[in-house]
């Protein structure tokens, strides 16, 4: 079975301009997060959802971010407009249950975007 | 202070050497993850554990709740084990990372 996959891997922008990141869970995972990781530094959580409902958004820039899970299955994450200080690798991680504290997370590949 | 504190930051050994890794947390947890991240990758999970230890191939993992501490060991490490290793509190429905340990081992 395939696992989260995240598309694209890699996003060059210029500042100012809007950009889209792309996850598909494991299925039959409705939980799924979104995380941002800075270089050097462990990944912060963005958002989580349970199936369609965004339950923490709280550390989500809502000036320039949002998140979409139509359908509880996948996900989109936007920044519009992409500044330079969001240059990070995003990564989207799914599990079985709402309790990720005690249950094994599964992580995509990441997609790394690099403002200019 | 960080919530998750791993040292140390940077590690390099020689093909074959025991290597440990550490981590300490401030927050109460449902388990303790260590966590694998391959430059450019994506992270996959090691361990997740609670209590006591666990082993998997030459890779072992340890903690004690009571001293909120946990470590990674590796065994007669490799240059494939070259690699960001991250240890994550989990509690409260999240993760809550430290920024990892850069192993480099060299042949």
């Known amino acids: 079975e395939a696992g989260v996959v995240q598309s694209p891997r890699y996003k060059i922008i210029e500042k100012k301009q809007p950009v889209a990141f792309w996850c598909n869970p494991i299925s039959g995972h409705n939980t799924l997060y979104w995380y941002r990781q800075n270089l050097g530094q462990g990944p912060e959580l963005l958002i989580r959802y349970e199936n369609e409902e965004a339950v923490d958004d709280s550390q989500l820039p809502k000036d320039r971010f949002s998140a979409e899970r139509l359908k509880g299955v996948d996900s989109t994450l936007k920044i519009q407009p992409a500044e330079l200080g969001d240059s990070a690798v995003y990564l989207c991680a799914s599990c079985g249950s709402s309790w990720l504290g005690n249950t094994e997370a599964f992580f995509g590949q990441g997609t790394r975007l690099t403002v200019v | 202070k960080n919530e998750v504190e791993q040292s140390p930051q940077n590690l390099t050994a020689q093909e074959g050497e025991f290597i440990t890794i550490n981590c300490s947390y401030s927050?109460?947890?449902?388990?303790l993850h260590w966590l694998q991240q391959h430059p450019g990758g994506g992270i996959v999970s090691l361990f997740m554990l609670s209590s006591g230890k666990k082993k998997h191939g030459r890779l072992i993992a340890t903690i004690n709740i009571q001293e909120k501490h946990s470590s990674l060991h590796i065994t007669a490490s490799h240059p494939r084990d070259s690699a960001v290793y991250i240890c994550?509190?989990?509690?409260?429905?999240?993760?809550?990372f430290g920024k990892g340990t850069l192993l480099t081992v060299n042949p």
């Open positions: 927050v109460g947890i449902s388990a």
């Open positions: 994550a509190a989990g509690s409260n429905y999240k993760l809550t």
